[in-house]
C-alpha cells in the first residue's frame, strides 16, 4: 500500500529512474532526480531541468522549470520529455516503501529508486 508523501523524506535526497513510463531508461546511470531545501533537477542521460520544488496535498509541485537544450535524440530524447511533462503535471508521489517512489500524473509516471549516500565520516 502506497503511503501520502512528506516534504522531509525528499528534501537532500537523490533517485535513480527505475522505469519512466513502460521503459527502463535509456541511459540508467544519468536518469537522476534530486532534491534539495528548495531546488529539485533532473535528467534523463542528456539536458537537466532545475526548479523550485514543494509538496502539497501528496503531490508534488515543481517549477517553473529551466534547462539545458542540447541536442538529443531517440529514447533519451522522448523519455526527457516525458519526464519534463510529469513534473510540471503535479505528479502523486506514492511510496512504496523508504527507498521506492513512484511519481504518476494522468499522462506518465516514473518509478524511483533512493541513491545510498555514505554519511560523511569525521574529519571529511
Not at 509541485?61 to 534547462?67: K, N
Not at 523508504?98 to 494522468?106: F, I, K, P, V
Amino acid at each position: 500500500m502506497a503511503r501520502p508523501a512528506a516534504p522531509e523524506r525528499l528534501s537532500e535526497s537523490e533517485w535513480r529512474f527505475v522505469q519512466i513510463d513502460d521503459y527502463e531508461p535509456a541511459e540508467p546511470d544519468g536518469a537522476r532526480l534530486s532534491f534539495g531545501e528548495e531546488d529539485v533537477s533532473a535528467s534523463v542521460g542528456c539536458n537537466t531541468m532545475v526548479g523550485k520544488w514543494r509538496v502539497e496535498q501528496g503531490r508534488l509541485i515543481a517549477g517553473p522549470l529551466a534547462g539545458t537544450r542540447m541536442f538529443c535524440q531517440g529514447d533519451v530524447w522522448e523519455q526527457e520529455q516525458a519526464v519534463a511533462a510529469l513534473l510540471v503535471a503535479a505528479p502523486t508521489l506514492e511510496w512504496q516503501d523508504a527507498d521506492r517512489l513512484t511519481l504518476r500524473s494522468r499522462g506518465h509516471s516514473a518509478e524511483l529508486t533512493r541513491i545510498s549516500v555514505s554519511p560523511p565520516q569525521p574529519g571529511s
